[in-house]
């Protein structure tokens, strides 16, 4: 049986039982049952949804703390792109580095730079002919985990390549053991996350048997202390620690990986909704003419994503004006001792059919069937009020065993009624045969 | 002889561009859900896919309806149009009659029919010009 690992979980003490993720979940993944929420593990992909619209702030991710860092010797920081456009007062990429340095990280590393060297690694795949059109990015761990379980027909699309996460990660443990002469598990590499999917996915990776990740810590957790070290950073002497150009920042924006890739033929999608709806068009063969999809769970890419503080636009202007002063620069200077193979997925995400009905297609042709027949029973108003995000979810649900249509508060309500009925009828009764006495 | 046990039924629209492909995308979905193979699923939405388009571009619409059995998928797409004068030069690769209309919205490639041969085990055509033409496509799994 596999294990699932979640970063996104419910606090049941300040859930309210509403239902207002169940409506927002893309993967239908959440059911109130007893006035609580709960996740269904298989279904979920770590998007974050739930935690942008739960009122009771009740959905959380679990993350690792910077208290965490302690536990090893030689500390490692890699920032997603996405912290630098945090800050209002940073106009330079340094300063945020030689922040994370100040409050108890030994070395950083940009993942904005390890990203570049998955685009030169993308092209290079394309021109030996090893990769299909259209290819399909997999810099977002919650679109891959989508594909996994609803598109299995595009998992060939896949761009067969690490994260630019887990390449910062290898190339610092690397680095690291080489400069400190320390053992492997010595070394605590740490990445600064705008993302819920990424911890999951340095728990359980696709791609690859093991993350190279020891520790992701959310934005939202860090930003205090580091505003704090922001301001009082000597900014006349920082340390050189930056080493990304524009491309490789920019892939904290919506566009950012395709637009370093290549000028046309490509697509960039944002928000898990827009997403879902261009891979099923992508699943039925409808774009003709596009080489190169990229597409981010959230909202503007991966500066919309839930563990950050500042509003995804705003940073994503601030981002802009900071690749401004990156301009001049190519990717392709001071390369990290990194090889092409060293990138590559080392085993392809497997199909889990999480959808169908029964193992047995006889039985699930059966299932359908009831299926069918309990929906035309339920109003189709899709209220939610049952717990279930649609009339036609709940009636899967009792198909599968976890759902009863009184669950459903108008059939519930007709069922009362009737039942009000049916005992006055009998009051009726009674008095008649008294009469007769 | 296996036994059908699913049947599905689609009008397809012809005013509406925005909904080609509705047919297609919801035999996708209860397919996934009776557990067919992800091959299956894809071969299916395409050539159902090129079919419907078909439709709603040549022959004012039509319906599609489709049987479901362990076995196979049964495909067929009815319509009222003006039939197919020359079903052989219509198989070709890249052979097309779509008016400027329909090529400006991207379709019209000459694609359609060539992709159902591809993506179907079976392809049976009956047309009648000035009464209509059905498409019976067979996809075993």
């Not at chain 1, 960039?268 to 003419?289: A, C």
């Not at chain 2, 599905?8 to 909904?19: C, E, G, I, T």
Request: charged share 25%; hydrophobic share 40%; with cysteine.
């Amino acid at each position: 049986m596999q294990q699932y690992f979640h970063s996104v979980t419910l606090d049941s003490d300040k859930c309210k039982g509403c239902i207002n993720c169940i409506k927002h979940c893309p993967t239908e993944a959440i059911r109130v049952r007893q006035s609580k929420a709960h996740i269904i593990k298989e279904r979920c992909i770590d998007c974050g949804e739930c935690i942008r619209i739960c009122p009771h702030n009740a959905k959380k991710a679990v993350t690792d703390s910077l208290s965490d860092i302690e536990k090893y010797k030689y500390k490692v920081a890699i920032p997603a792109p996405t912290l630098y456009g945090q800050f209002e007062t940073v106009d330079d990429i340094n300063v945020v580095l030689n922040a994370l340095k100040a409050i108890g990280f030994d070395a950083v590393f940009e993942v904005a730079r390890a990203a570049e060297i998955v685009t030169l690694a993308t092209k290079d795949l394309i021109l030996q002919n090893r990769i299909s059109f259209p290819i399909i990015s997999t810099a977002c761990p919650a679109v891959v985990r989508l594909i996994r379980v609803r598109f299995p027909g595009l998992i060939d699309n896949l761009l067969p390549l690490l994260s630019p996460m887990e390449v910062a990660a290898k190339i610092m443990r690397k680095t690291s053991i080489e400069k400190t002469g320390l053992k492997p598990e010595e070394i605590g590499i740490f990445f600064i996350s705008p993302c819920a999917a990424k911890m999951t996915d340095s728990k359980e990776p696709l791609g690859t048997s093991k993350s190279e990740v020891d520790g992701v810590i959310a934005i939202k957790d860090i930003y205090i202390p580091l505003t704090k070290a922001i301001n009082k950073l000597d900014k006349d002497n920082l340390e050189s620690l930056a080493s990304a150009g524009r491309h490789g920042v920019g892939w904290a924006l919506n566009g950012g990986e395709a637009s370093a890739l290549t000028d046309d033929e490509y697509i960039s999608v944002n928000g898990i909704n827009n997403v879902i709806s261009v891979l099923e068009e992508l699943d039925e063969n409808k774009f003709r003419n596009i080489k190169f999809a990229e597409l981010g769970a959230c909202t503007g890419g991966c500066v919309g994503g839930p563990l950050t503080v500042e509003n995804g636009f705003v940073a994503d202007t601030r981002i802009k004006s900071l690749m401004r002063k990156l301009s001049k620069y190519t990717m392709e200077s001071n390369m990290p001792d990194i090889r092409l193979e060293d990138v590559l997925w080392t085993s392809k995400p497997e199909y889990f059919s999480i959808m169908k009905l029964d193992d047995d297609m006889e039985k699930a042709m059966q299932k359908m069937q009831q299926m069918d027949e309990i929906f035309e029973r339920l109003p189709q108003l899709d209220c939610g009020s049952c717990g279930s995000p649609s009339c036609k979810a709940l009636a899967e649900d009792i198909v599968r065993g976890k759902g009863n249509e009184m669950d459903c508060v108008f059939n519930l309500r007709k069922r009362v009624q009737s039942l009000a009925k049916e005992m006055i009828n009998l009051d009726e009764n009674m008095i008649n045969f008294k009469y007769e006495e | 002889m296996s036994d059908i046990v699913k049947t599905l039924h689609y009008d397809v629209d012809p005013k509406d561009f925005d909904s080609v492909g509705e047919a297609s995308g919801k035999t996708k979905n209860v397919l996934r859900q009776l557990g067919f193979p992800p091959e299956v699923l894809r071969r299916v939405a395409i050539a159902m896919y090129e079919g419907e388009i078909n439709m709603v571009i040549h022959a004012n619409g039509g319906t599609a309806d489709v049987e479901i059995s362990p076995k196979q998928i049964k495909i067929t797409l009815k319509d009222n149009g003006p039939g197919i004068p020359d079903i052989e030069k219509a198989m070709q690769k890249g052979y097309s009659t779509a008016s400027e209309e329909a090529r400006s919205l991207g379709f019209g490639a000459g694609m359609g029919l060539f992709n159902m041969d591809t993506y179907a085990d079976e392809l049976n055509i009956t047309t009648k010009i000035g009464v209509g033409t059905t498409v019976e496509m067979i996809i075993r799994t």
